[in-house]
T-cell receptor, first 116, second 110 residues
Framework: GAVVSQHPSRVICKSGTSVKIECRSL??????MFWYRQFPKKSLMLMAT?????????EQGVEKDKFLINHASLTLSTLTVTSAHPEDSSFYIC????????????FGPGTRLTVT | SQQGEEDPQALSIQEGENATMNCSYK?????LQWYRQNSGRGLVHLIL?????REKHSGRLRVTLDTSKKSSSLLITASRAADTASYFC??????????FGAGTTVTVRA
């Protein structure tokens, strides 16, 4: 199946700093990428949908100024957590779909963010 | 928003036994998908069943869908220790967005 990578896999940052997480589709062009957040022992919560070359669409309750998403190319989307606080500590997962009528999404391995 | 609800929340079985988990959802769907997540990892797509299908098989996996009851089940036959993971159903409406259930944590004891 298609491969999606995320970098970094783990990051620890201090409160008040910003952290960028990259999501790359390695062997296909991703017209749409999705960013999810997952709390321990909980399900995935969709944060936003990003389409290449356009602004991301955020789900209700997700602060767009807090979680900046850039889908600059067909193989790369970035999520920047700005002015991170301990409550932003979570597991962030991206997924990508190639377009057309396929509903299948390919998930990255996730990024564990810890804000101290 | 989260649509699917899964039951049970946790399941512990002996290797070789079958594991069954259920998912219920609330709105009309285009298709329903099942995913597996190993601890601390990303999700692996297992199977997709369309709204006009009632049953689908893939290896040791069997998925059913009852749109009249808005429910689906995932059966893993002859379970192995490597099947230990969390399993999530996800519904898809017409906008390609996945809405995940709460998940079932399956532990297969050797």
């Amino acid at each position: 199946g298609a491969v999606v990578s995320q970098h970094p896999s783990r990051v620890i940052c201090k409160s008040g700093t910003s952290v960028k997480i990259e999501c790359r589709s390695l062997d296909f062009q991703a017209t749409t990428m999705f960013w999810y957040r997952q709390f321990p022992k909980k399900s995935l919560m969709l944060m936003a949908t990003s389409n290449e070359g356009s602004k991301a669409t955020y789900e209700q309750g997700v602060e767009k100024d807090k979680f900046l998403i850039n889908h600059a190319s067909l193989t790369l989307s970035t999520l920047t957590v700005t002015s991170a606080h301990p409550e932003d500590s979570s597991f962030y997962i991206c997924s990508a779909r190639g377009g057309g009528i396929s509903y299948e999404q390919y998930f990255g391995p996730g990024t564990r963010l810890t804000v101290t | 928003s989260q649509q699917g609800e899964e039951d049970p929340q946790a399941l512990s079985i002996q290797e070789g036994e079958n594991a069954t988990m259920n998912c219920s959802y609330k709105t009309s769907i285009n298709n329903l998908q099942w995913y597996r997540q190993n601890s601390g990892r990303g999700l692996v797509h297992l199977i997709l069943i369309r709204s006009n299908e009632r049953e689908k098989h893939s290896g040791r996996l069997r998925v059913t869908l009852d749109t009249s009851k808005k429910s689906s089940s995932l059966l893993i036959t002859a379970s192995r220790a490597a099947d230990t993971a969390s399993y999530f159903c996800a519904t898809v409406e017409n906008d390609y967005k996945l809405s995940f259930g709460a998940g079932t944590t399956v532990t297969v004891r050797a």
